[in-house]
């Protein structure tokens, strides 16, 4: 049997922000050192970055890079990141048992930010796990005051005389975890959060704040959380946050490829939420959300290492570097499509993370760079993902899991661009059946197909590795087309699929 929607330019769900496509760099283990900075690489520039990740990186079209934790930052001081670097204290990491050198910091982030080109936007964490209203206060003033205060002429005498002009930031991270350094409980941390925001307005009533919401829908206090924090901050944020990573468990692959089934519910819970105290506090104001963590991510396995073999505080080990399968991307490339097609809501998504760890992009050290399966439904989605989402109520066959119980084969969004072109993404979640799609197309002018690409291969288990950097890439679909309004396409087994019509 075969699948169908509808697209119409009347039925929409709202505009593609940009900073739907922002990703994660977290001091923890490579993302950072060897990879993003590698002083002495072959292709390092004069300021130590690796000049082949920033084409990479460039290539994947990230916007907002979150930075500088995760977990990470809840032990983080910014004051050691800055200032010549020869000086800067090394640091237990307590959240990855590593070594800080601090070598790559504040300054350096914004380097980076600034040779990705205009796109990049900076999305800086403060502390609250083992600071306050305080640290936050002086990182703010040091980033962001023109001149004339303590703080701004001292970044000024580090070399930094323009102000970093930072406009967004989150409000620590993951304080409802309790693996979290400095964890607090949903009262302590919405007040902590309401005191640091509305001092954060004192200097800047522009700022936009992220506060911290479940760390996992799964979370035993997840809803109670967030709707806990809102009480106490919902005046004063924009977004509150949303994490989630999934993993193929126990060999159970169907639901593996249901995954965003949950992540949909995650979002679509989270919006209740956030309007139920809303609507209890008499507020016109929308909080948005800040899907800012979400992959593929082989958790369980992270977790039984750190047990069996802790580390002894090095520098930059190798850390969650998870290698993609072909299966893992389309799992991803659904993830995706469940963000866009909550676009009205979630206004800013970060991949996490960008190199090294459960990243889209791995790198040797002194070596080669080169793209995960995941690098190209994330290129792809952020290249062509941009304009208007429209409504897809998608009439698919289903599946029986484990996991989400009955679930469409079918999964799919549609983006309307502004110069009319619309791009459909889709996944057929089937593990051994093709999957025949109609989509009626009224009202939208469309004339031709512009290309049918397909992530998908034999092998389900095959990746992308050092010595194979180029085994998985997306392939052009031929037969499909398009005539009398309908566009008809067949989607391979397990395949993740961009179908662009102008
Ligand atoms: O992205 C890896 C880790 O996942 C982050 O440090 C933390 O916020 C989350 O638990």
């Not at 460039?58 to 977990?71: D, Q």
């Not at 929308?286 to 369980?300: A, H, P």
């Amino acid at each position: 049997s075969s699948a169908r929607f509808t697209l119409h330019p009347d039925f929409a769900v709202g505009e593609v922000d940009p900073r739907l496509f922002g990703s994660f760099v977290e001091h923890l283990g490579r993302c950072v050192y060897t990879g993003i900075y590698e002083p002495g690489h072959p292709t390092a520039d004069d300021a130590g970055l690796r000049t082949d990740v920033l084409g990479l990186v460039r290539e994947l079209g990230v916007t907002a890079i979150r930075y500088p934790g995760g977990n990470f930052v809840s032990g983080y001081k910014w004051e050691d990141s800055v200032g010549p670097a020869e000086e800067r204290p090394r640091r237990l990491d307590l959240a990855w048992r590593s070594t800080e050198s601090n070598r790559f910091g504040l300054s350096e982030y914004i380097a980076f930010l600034k040779k990705i080109g205009p796109q990049a936007e900076p999305m800086m964490a403060v502390n609250l796990g083992t600071r306050g209203v305080a640290e936050a206060l002086e990182l703010q003033e040091y980033a962001n005051h023109p001149s004339g205060t303590a703080l701004a002429d001292l970044r000024a005498a580090h070399g930094d005389k323009d102000p970093f002009g930072i406009r967004l930031w989150c409000l620590g991270n993951e304080m409802d975890g309790p693996w979290q350094t400095g964890h607090k409980t949903a009262e302590e941390y919405g007040r902590v959060a309401a005191e640091t925001a509305r001092a954060m307005r004192q200097i800047d009533p522009s700022v936009e704040l992220v506060a911290c919401g479940s760390s996992g829908q799964s979370m035993d206090t997840f809803a109670a959380w967030e709707a806990t924090v809102l009480a106490e901050t919902y005046d004063l944020v924009d977004y509150v946050s949303l994490h989630a990573y999934y993993e193929e468990l126990d060999g159970d692959r169907d639901s593996f490829l249901a995954s965003a089934v949950d992540m949909e519910s995650f979002i679509e819970n989270v919006v209740a939420t956030c309007d139920h105290v809303g609507a209890r506090l008499k507020s016109k104001k929308r909080i948005n959300l800040s899907f800012d963590e979400w992959n593929v991510w082989y958790l369980s396995k992270t977790q039984r290492e750190a047990e069996e073999n802790p580390l002894d505080w090095p520098e930059a080990p190798r850390l969650l570097e998870d290698n993609y399968s072909v299966t893992d991307a389309v799992v991803f490339g659904s993830m995706l499509i469940a963000l866009l097609r909550h676009a009205d809501r979630v206004t800013i998504a970060c991949l996490a993370q960008l190199v090294n760890v459960i990243a889209p992009i791995m790198t040797e050290p002194g070596g080669p760079a080169w793209k995960q399966t995941t690098f190209f439904p994330f290129a792809q989605a952020s290249r062509h993902g941009r304009g208007q989402v429209l409504d897809v109520r998608v009439d698919s066959p289903t599946y029986e899991t484990k996991r989400h119980g009955e679930v469409p084969l079918l999964h799919a969004t549609a983006v309307r661009a502004e110069d009319g072109t619309v791009t459909v993404f889709a996944v057929n979640r089937s593990q051994s059946e093709p999957l025949p799609l109609d989509i009626a197309l009224e009202g939208l002018g469309l004339k031709a197909l512009i290309e049918h690409s397909a992530l998908a291969d034999d092998d389900p288990d095959a990746r992308n590795t050092l010595d194979e950097p180029e085994r998985v890439s997306p392939h052009a679909v031929t037969g499909t087309r398009l005539a009398d309004g309908t566009l008809s396409a067949t989607l391979e087994p397990m395949s993740w699929n961009v179908i662009r019509l102008g």
